[in-house]
């Protein structure tokens, strides 16, 4: 079952062109990761999912309906986005913030029931950050603010799940954390997963399929070992690398060497 | 139904007594007020005199008459009047420090000053005083300049469907140093053009001199109804401190939101500005000093400091009127001597901190 699908999509900031004609098809419960050189579209792709962005030309479908005829409202209360980094100028508890991806469930002037409690502690206990509830979110480590962004998009009981590079700025500690607890949730709950990842290898790892993106275009699209390839490599990044084997996980893996050594 | 009410009210406990206590607070301010003066009038009559007045009851005038008088034709419409202004400029600085994540947000910072000051100053130079309803000209050239200002200020920063905090901010800051440098070329020609603009002067001081009825019968409700509906957005105001983005993703419709958010708080800074002029700090630094002991979530911090920020002004306007009575001091002079040292003493004390 189709849950995305982009047909024909174009988009473009001010004049300058970012997509152009993408079509992609995402199937329920997959785990997909946008990857491109910066300025390839990856962000912006992740944005039009989102429906925060409107395709200048075609369609996007969500479950079958189209984008341009949801509210707002409706498309945030199927898809989370978790991005880079948020700013939170206010000194919100980290149970406050968790709490803010009840949003779209929220009437105007009526508070948080019994069912979205139960959402965000929920969504806590996935995450595995109860412990840091009443704790200001300004004050947490940068994994830990990245896991409470997480819960919060949690907290939305999304479909959908779109992540925007969220291992940037990460230790690697925190970005493997990060991202096995998205593959738990792709695995165990059925989120469809779309993330932009930067870094080959993670994605590689964690990602049952890639889409590579250059200048706006689908370069390439499939497994890790199909499109993970060093002409690939050298094509869409300029960059002359080896593609080995991941000792015990049979991925492809990317090492680089120096030119002189 | 009882029962759902009552776990409402339990879970809600912190809030409703929070503002219960505020509300005691907020009256016994307006009773002290009204209770000093010139002439000073006991507390106990004062609540009498207006339970009479307000024909639930019926004690025996022991009162002189004259008290009665001074009470409702003197002291209580200035009272209330600071009592209002005081909430609309807090609420509304709770509204622009919100919406846009800004430390030096305060109701004046897209040009509702400016645009006051300026309407309120073409009018004192017409050579007649017309009279509306007990306004004089000058509120309405207030009320109307700065909600001009801020339409302007909106229309320059949209482009292309969209309005960046960044250029409102901006925008704002041109237009308001635009027309108050005409404003001052205004004063400074003021004697060569024979203009009449000694008032201009208490105006940008700010004052309460409000000293009839019927000009609170218009701008209570404005003023009282815009709190009302501000509260509505108030669990959305706390998605906006993600940033638009954020908000954007949590399905909030931004851009409807911005425009709604920045009408009322325009609105309630109009009003405010046109019962005492610019009265200065109140509404930066009341959201700041509550936001930082009872917590952001602006569902509490609204209405909190709205009623902080109605007590702070009638403390504020009494000490203006008393201190060096019989001559009086702008209110604006009390609020930033008496609020300024209160808020740092606030920001070194709390654990609460900023990260704007």
């Not at chain 1, 900031?13 to 579209?41: C, H, R, T, W």
């Not at chain 2, 219960?20 to 607070?25: D, K, M, R, S």
């Not at chain 2, 509304?92 to 006051?116: C, E, H, K, W």
């Not at chain 2, 901010?169 to 003021?190: D, E, K, N, V």
Request: aromatic share 8%; proline share 5%; glycine share 8%.
């Amino acid at each position: 079952m189709i849950n995305l699908a982009l047909n024909q999509v174009s988009f473009s900031y001010n004049a300058s062109p970012v997509l152009y004609q993408i079509d992609l098809a995402i199937e329920k419960g997959e785990m997909v990761a946008l990857m491109g050189p910066n300025g390839s579209g990856k962000t912006t792709l992740i944005k039009l999912a989102s429906g925060v962005l409107r395709p200048a030309e075609g369609d996007i479908h969500l479950d079958g309906s189209s984008l341009r005829e949801l509210k707002r409202r409706q498309v945030a209360q199927r898809v989370a986005v978790v991005p880079q980094q948020f700013h939170m100028p206010f000194a919100f508890t980290l149970r406050e913030v968790v709490l803010l991806g009840r949003t779209p469930f929220l009437k105007a002037f009526s508070n948080e029931g019994e069912k979205d409690q139960q959402a965000v502690n929920r969504a806590m206990e996935l995450i595995g950050i109860e412990e840091l509830g009443q704790r200001f979110f300004n004050e947490l480590s940068g994994g830990e603010r990245q896991k409470g962004i997480l819960a919060m998009a949690l907290a939305q009981e999304p479909k959908l799940l779109l992540l925007d590079e969220p291992t940037a700025h990460l230790d690697i500690n925190h970005q493997m954390e990060i991202l096995e607890l998205v593959k738990g949730l792709n695995r165990e709950q059925g989120i469809t997963v779309i993330g932009a990842m930067h870094d080959l290898n993670l994605a590689a790892l964690y990602f049952d399929r890639l889409v590579l993106l250059k200048e706006g275009r689908i370069f390439a699209d499939g497994t890790p070992s199909e499109v993970l390839t060093e002409e690939n490599i050298r094509e869409l990044f300029g960059a002359w690398v080896q593609v080995i084997q991941h000792p015990l996980m049979k991925t492809p893996h990317i090492v680089i060497t120096p030119r002189s050594p | 139904m009882k029962g759902k009410m009552l776990a409402l009210l339990r879970r809600n406990r912190r809030t409703v007594l929070i503002l219960a206590c505020l509300v005691g607070i907020l009256f016994v301010c307006l009773l002290v007020a009204a209770a000093v003066g010139a002439v000073s009038i006991p507390p106990l009559d004062i609540v009498k005199m207006t339970l009479n007045k307000a024909a639930l009851t019926n004690f025996d005038a022991t009162w002189e008459t004259t008290d009665e008088t001074i009470l409702f034709q003197i002291r209580l419409p200035r009272i209330i009047a600071a009592a209002l202004v005081g909430a609309a400029l807090a609420a509304a600085g709770v509204l622009f420090q919100g919406l846009l994540r800004n430390p030096m947000a305060d109701p004046y910072i897209i040009g509702t000053s400016a645009g006051a000051a300026f309407g309120a100053t073409l009018v004192m130079m017409l050579p007649v005083g017309l009279m509306f309803h007990g306004f004089g000209l000058i509120p309405f050239a207030a009320f109307f300049g700065a909600l001009g200002a801020v339409f302007l200020v909106y229309n320059l920063a949209r482009v292309g469907g969209k309005t960046p905090v960044i250029s409102m901010l901006l925008a704002g800051f041109a237009i308001s140093s635009m027309l108050a440098a005409a404003m001052s070329f205004l004063i400074t020609m003021s004697d060569q053009l024979q203009l009449r603009l000694h008032s201009v002067f208490s105006f940008l001081m700010g004052g309460v001199w409000v000293s009839n009825w019927s000009q609170i019968a218009i701008i209570a409700p404005l003023i009282i109804g815009g709190i009302v509906v501000a509260r509505f957005f108030a669990f959305r105001l706390n998605a906006f401190s993600l940033g638009e983005e954020g908000a954007a993703y949590l399905g909030i419709d931004v851009e409807r939101d911005k425009i709604a958010i920045l009408a009322l708080g325009s609105l309630l800074t109009g009003a405010a500005v046109s019962l005492s002029g610019l009265v200065g700090f109140v509404g930066l630094v009341v959201p700041h000093a509550v936001r930082l002991v009872l917590g952001p979530d602006h569902r509490l911090l609204l209405p909190a400091a709205a009623l902080s920020g109605g007590a702070f002004l009638v403390l504020a306007d009494l000490l203006a009127r008393t201190v060096l009575a019989p001559s009086e001091i702008p209110v604006g002079i009390i609020t930033a001597l008496v609020g300024a040292p209160f808020f740092i003493y606030l920001l070194r004390h709390t654990r609460r901190e900023y990260a704007f």
